[in-house]
């Protein structure tokens, strides 16, 4: 099973050939509803930024910022992006992660490569203006791991699990400063885990994965249910809107499909389809009351009829009506 999860983490991340970028048609399009009382909107069917999958997106009251490979746009409405003098620091998203700390952005560490070559460093790097990076440590003492997801949670940041080359992990870290980490807890019940997510819901934090675990203080937890779908999903972004969670751009057992699903307790969950084509390795974020969605990938090695990677950067909102 571990072969297999990796072969299939893989293929997300593997480059590819592009396919030809469609003409640009720009402007809110209403489409069909998710269900009852929600819609998508496609705010432009190609933004501004290169088309790309595994990158973040950060929202404040006025602006959203893309973190891409190639550096970093911003825009005010989802159609029109433009590029910013702030470079991409940790390089490849698909391994770490940056995340929002006490009003300012963190990149913890730099990854350089792919899983067979690559440079990593345990850097650490903070933007308050979104214009330069101030570099807090050249070197500090967090985890030198990837594929694991930093979360903020009473306070303090967090780094749960993760990869390396000893393989998986399951214990837990703390920063108050992002340079100094302290090891809090291992042996945690759900064993051994990479690329999980993990949302503060209901003042409770949830651990997603393919099952659902939650806790109080982030070293206890308790099992909520042994599986969402009916298969292996992975891959997807979370957001946390109208009183529930949202798993966007899943990954379902190698197959990509044009679905959310949703929970409003993490054990009984909804799968309802979008309109937007079949992908994975989304960008999200909360808007002005709305998930903002871009970016993704779909096809490859495996998929019938589509034998090459086919990547997105056309803007999507989702709306209660």
């Not at 700390?101 to 979104?130: C, K, M, P, S, V």
């Not at 759900?190 to 994965?209: C, E, I, N, V």
Request: glycine share 10%; with cysteine; charged share 20%.
């Amino acid at each position: 099973m571990r072969a297999l999860v990796l072969l299939l983490m893989l293929l997300l991340m593997a480059p590819a050939r592009v396919l030809p970028q469609q003409p640009r048609r720009d402007g809110p399009r209403p489409s069909a509803a998710l269900s009852p009382g929600y819609a998508w909107v496609r705010l432009t069917a190609a933004a501004d930024f290169p088309k790309s999958y595994n990158f973040q997106l950060f929202a404040d009251s006025q602006h959203i910022r893309a973190f891409l490979k190639g550096g970093v746009w911003i825009t005010s409405d989802g159609m029109d992006w433009d590029r910013t003098p702030l470079k991409n620091i940790i390089i490849n998203q698909a391994f770490l992660d940056y995340v929002w700390f006490h009003g300012a952005l963190y990149a913890l560490g730099t990854f350089d490569g792919n899983i067979e070559h690559f440079t990593q460093t345990t850097q650490i790097a903070r933007t308050n203006d979104f214009q330069e990076w101030q570099i807090l440590a050249a070197r500090s003492n967090i985890p030198k791991r990837y594929f694991y997801h930093p979360f903020v949670f009473r306070d303090t940041l967090w780094i749960v699990g993760g990869e390396d080359a000893s393989g998986k992990h399951d214990d837990v870290w703390q920063s108050a400063d992002a340079v100094h980490w302290t090891q809090v807890g291992a042996g945690l019940p759900f064993g051994k885990r990479a690329g999980q997510r993990f949302t503060l819901f209901r003042d409770s934090l949830y651990m997603l994965d393919n099952d659902v675990w939650t806790s109080g203080d982030g070293r206890n937890w308790r099992r909520l249910t042994g599986r969402i779908a009916d298969d292996e999903i992975f891959g997807y972004s979370v957001e946390i809107f109208d009183n529930a969670m949202w798993l966007i751009g899943c990954n379902r057992s190698g197959r990509f499909r044009s679905e959310v699903l949703r929970s409003a307790d993490g054990v009984t969950w909804e799968a309802d389809r979008a309109p937007w084509s079949p992908r994975g390795g989304v960008a999200t974020c909360l808007f002005h009351d709305k998930i903002i969605m871009t970016g993704g990938k779909y096809g490859g090695p495996g998929i019938a009829g589509q034998t090459e990677f086919v990547y997105s950067n056309d803007v999507w909102s989702l709306s209660k009506k």
